[in-house]
Structures are given as structure tokens and as C-alpha cells.
């Protein structure tokens, strides 16, 4: 099994930044898995916000997200982070970090098979 443990959420006005950490752990855990960050709102199906392949060559933003957020990984310590900068109050949701593909950072939901328990960002205007 694999388990990850997300971190770093929290409460912040509007134009702030945070970064969200999640480390991964368990014997099953893939280094080559791709890692991604998905949000959800209330009310609001979960979406995709950002994905990065295990070399971290590649990645992939939403574009509501794009030349704001950053992904990034450390492999040596299986945590993948997630910098927000210029945070809006639409940005406000729990953030899951997700793994458990071998595929190139896919944007569904299904195709990975492992989450976090998420951590919530609240973006204050």
C-alpha cells in the first residue's frame, strides 16, 4: 500500500502564497509513479490543478492555475510540493496529493490509485 500525508494548507488573503507539501510512503510506492495535486470545492466535482512526471521533466497545470502554482518533487524524500502564488478566493478548496500511475501525468481522477486525505486552502478576499 502506499499512504500520503499532505501539509501546508491553511488560511490566507487574497494575493497570498502557500505551498503544500505531500510525502509518500509504503513498500508499494513507485518513484516512477507520476504525482499530482487535485482540489475540490464544495459542491464542486474534484479537478485537476497540477501533475508531474517522477523524472519532473513534465508537468501539467490547469489553466485557471497556470503562471501561478508551481509543482515540483524531491524524489530523495518522496514529497511532491505545490507553490501558490497571487492566490484567489476561487482557489479556496481541500487539495489532494495523488499518485499510483505510471502514465504521463494524466488529469482524471481514476487513473491514479492512490490519494491523500487532502488539506484545505482558504483564500480570503
Known amino acids: 500500500q502506499v499512504q500520503l500525508v499532505e501539509s501546508g494548507g491553511g488560511l490566507v488573503q487574497a494575493g497570498g502564497s502557500l505551498r503544500v507539501s505531500c510525502v509518500a510512503s509504503g513498500s508499494t510506492f513507485n518513484k516512477r509513479y507520476s504525482m499530482a495535486w487535485f482540489r475540490q470545492a464544495p459542491g464542486k466535482e474534484r479537478e485537476f490543478v497540477a501533475g508531474?512526471?517522477?523524472?519532473?521533466?513534465?508537468?501539467s497545470y490547469a489553466d485557471s492555475v497556470k503562471g501561478r502554482f508551481s509543482i515540483s518533487r524531491d524524489n530523495a524524500k518522496n514529497t511532491v510540493y505545490l507553490q501558490m502564488n497571487s492566490l484567489k478566493p476561487e482557489d479556496t478548496a481541500v487539495y489532494y496529493c495523488?499518485?499510483?500511475?505510471?502514465?504521463?501525468?494524466?488529469?482524471?481522477?481514476?487513473?491514479?490509485?492512490?490519494w491523500g486525505q487532502g488539506t484545505q486552502v482558504t483564500v480570503s478576499s
Open positions: 508531474i512526471s517522477w523524472s519532473g521533466v513534465t508537468t
Open positions: 495523488t499518485t499510483g500511475t505510471l502514465a504521463l501525468v494524466p488529469v482524471t481522477p481514476a487513473t491514479y490509485d492512490y
